[in-house]
């Protein structure tokens, strides 16, 4: 076989692995995990009945918006209406594309497009989410979906520019946009959560952790606002605009604007996953007799079984750490009430954005005066 | 009348929101974990679990006809309960008792008594218009039926689920 | 990397650069350009510079065309669509267009330069985001900083004129 003819069918295999049989299904049971949280929460059971504990309620789901009638309203903009749930499936699954989700298996990385501007591709598709929902409120010419869709434009624009913003000082660090170099110098010098890892001793490293904690926080909240996660689902808000731009869709086409936020949640957690909790790195704690304690990593690059099973574990590690981060985006969700919409524009243009300008100076200056 | 409300002068901490946010996200992890011990109770699982044994005696379920200790279904025909009904759910056809029976001096009886449970409310106004203490709303509350036809219940279904009732005033003994 | 890729992005781009004249609603005309800032992001990152097609689609497709959109949707569409086509403008339009076109051609015919093809790409994919930086900051530095300021000035700008316009 080809050097090129490898590459596409193994690129294929990820992607069709990477969609099918991880994303989608996360999806549907980060659906079923949102409604058993939401309810233990609030002392509820929530869906216990289908299967095994409600295991399998995501199939019934799944078979009710199927069969449910697919309503096209006879106000609606037809051709927009139908495109704008599809631009919003699209862009939350492409996103994926250049997200390490494991170190290797069978000699090959896992990731689909190791580009050399890898974040930015993500904010670059991540910014054209938006256009799905803004289609979607305009073409179903009504009033809610509308102001759903407006309210969704400016919150992007928003949140944008402090989520660009917030990842630089991880860039200071590396010097590249890479997200395989991101993670490669993540495992060298330990996770951007906590840099002090990598080298206890180190004072810089210490004074580094106040940078990239800020960086953190504002980058996760920009996340939510990105997905239009509560507390700041403004465009649905339920309550006020009943369901906001999807007010008008019935059946499939809004079972895919479900789906997509949830896909984009999804990725959003893959991304602060890679960026700062080192992606697929764990190390484990080990024990050998002339060596002593310390930390073992694990990766594929072993030959024979023992390299298919690191590598199985690093992508087992990966989702173990999106789904975490998931059940943080459901736990907050169920905890805080929605923001105002001028409190939404005062937050995301007085405050993160100040922030993260000042969070860049300040990393900038650690950076240049670190001794290499 | 306009109102101003004066803004509550918030603290450095509060406004910045955060602290409020980790105290709040501990209140609902609070419930989670009390959820996940299983030291909340929860709502009564239905179908496995029913509350048939806390349910009142003065439970208002289905009416239905009841027979006393003699095994006499009580009921004359007296029609009172179709003309009290609200919905008018009831239906009766009343017969003649002929004469040599054991109770031919009550003279009527149900030929047909049809209670309506799609339309009936539940008010107990039957029960309580009833001079024969025939008709009573037993605890049964889960009626259904796949058709119109069968959520009609007619005596015999009314008889069943009245069943037998003690302690009623005995008023056509033959003593009297 | 293939030629079929450069003319199907090519293609993308003129089809879609035509509808957004040609769209008599203005969203639809809009989302034509958003489609073709794609093609031209996808024509750079061809050229292997993917930093300048991902800034392509990250500033002026996620978020020029997101602005443009939110005020394009508050107008009154329906006048627009009602309004007919001008005859004498569109002829004059056309023959405006056909006229550049042409010397487009002329021009392009008689430069030397354009007649020999250019010299093939290095092999070594350059990293593209550390050249672009340095370009920037080696050798446009003062043109750059000049450029910002102006673009403060012009931010501080606008706020003023706007909270003049409040009082």
Redesign the interface.
Known sequence: MSATAFLLVTSLLKILGIVFVVILPMVSYSVYAERRVSALIQDRLGPNRVGPAGLFQPIADAMKFILKEDFTPAHVNKFYYWLAPCLAMVPAIMTIAVVPFGSTLFGVPMVIADINVGVLYVFAIASLGVYGIVIAGWSSNSKYPFLGGVRASSQMISYELSLGLAVIPIFLLVGQLRLTSIVRYQIENGWMIAPFLGDPTNVWKWLLTIPMFISFVVFTIAIFAETNRLPFDLPEAEQELAGGYHTEYSSMKFALFFLGEYAAMITGSAIIVTLFFGAWHLPLPWWDHPHGFHWLLIDGSLGGWRGILGGLFNIFVFFAKVAALLLIFIWVRWTLPRFRYDQLMRLGWVFFFEIALVNIFIAALIVAYMPK | MAITVRRPNLSWSERAYLPAILSGMAITLRHLKNMLAGRTKVTMQYPEQKWDSYLPEHYRGAPALVKDERDRVRCVACQLCEFICPPRAIKIVPGEIPLGERFAKVEKYPEEFDIDMIRCIYCGMCEEVCPEQAIFLRKDYAITGLTRADMVHNKEKLIEIGGVMHGLVLKWNEQK | MSPVFFWLASALMLLFGAAVIMNRNP?ASA?SL?VSFLGLAALFMSLDA??IG??Q??VY???VM??F??II??LDLRAEERRKINLVAFAGGVAVAVIFFGQLCLVIGHLRQAKQSFPALPLN?P???RSVGLLLFGNYNLPFQIIAVLILVATIGVIVLSKRELR
Do not use: E, K, R, T
């Open positions: 969203i989302l958003v993917f930093f991902i800034i689609v990250l497709a996620g978020a997101v602005l959109l939110f949707m508050l994919h990293d593209d985001v």
